[in-house]
């Protein structure tokens, strides 16, 4: 709790945002439903189409056109001619995997009087499909690869962590997101409370006279699993009819000290 107003007649404190309170939440929502984010934009830009099509211009040549699309078929990729296609080439290169293992890719390209294209999307059944339309077929051959249906059911269940995570943010979490300010009004004798957070939008008003007392509070909290056990200083005031209202603590013992004597002033019609 700070002081963020003091004049004469009104003392505005605050309770911010506690960043090391903050930083489970943050870390758990970071790895529950962060990471599944991150995966759902790779999906999404990933999932498309990729289209091949080929005409017969000749009896044993093709004119091709080669297609592409990327999240979920939004974004249209830029649409390539090729011309003069005599036949689909696989070239088998040597390679390793992420382990050194010696293994092998196939890189199909079609090959046309003009040079090599390479096709980045086709298989080696793709080339089969192919050869086999340019020597023996007519009319026109279509290769897709439509992987948009597969992805989104990799994308809802992604989705299913992302919700389960900001839910638990909203539901389980959301006090370690709410900002409290306190104003005390001397000239109308009214505590002020404000308090702002994920689920919450309240303002509450308490006369003077309501309260009775501005205690300082030791608690001692215990020692647990992951945090060693501690001392902590609360500033907090005592209703008439037996409610206690909390201002939040803190480790300092003399600064919670300073901030009840300084609430205590000006409940007293003084300032410090």
Partial sequence: MKVIQKTEHLLKLKN?????????????????????????????SSSGVERLSCKKIEPKIASCEMSTSSFMGLVKGKLESIEQVQEARVDKIDTTDSDGNPTFKQNVFLVTNQGDVYLPYQTVNDAELFNQYIQTSVGELVIEKDNRL????????QG??????????????????SVETYIFDQNA???????????????TELAFGEISEVELKKVEVHKTEHMDSYISYQVRLLMNGGDILSL???LDRQKQQKMADLIRSYLDGRSI
Avoid: C, Q
């Avoid at 299913?160 to 997101?177: L, N, P, Q, R």
């Fill in 189 to 203: 004798s009214i505590l002020t409370i404000k308090k702002k957070g994920i689920r919450v939008n309240e303002v």
């Fill in 16 to 44: 911010g945002i506690n960043l090391f309170g903050l930083l489970f939440p943050v870390v758990w929502v970071t790895g529950f439903s962060g990471i599944p984010l991150l995966m759902i934009v790779i999906t999404m």
């Fill in 150 to 157: 597969s992805n989104f059911w990799s994308i809802l269940f």
């Fill in 248 to 250: 939040g603590g803190s």
């Fill in 160 to 177: 299913v962590f992302v919700v389960i995570g900001f839910a638990t943010i909203y539901f389980v979490f959301h006090d370690f997101f």
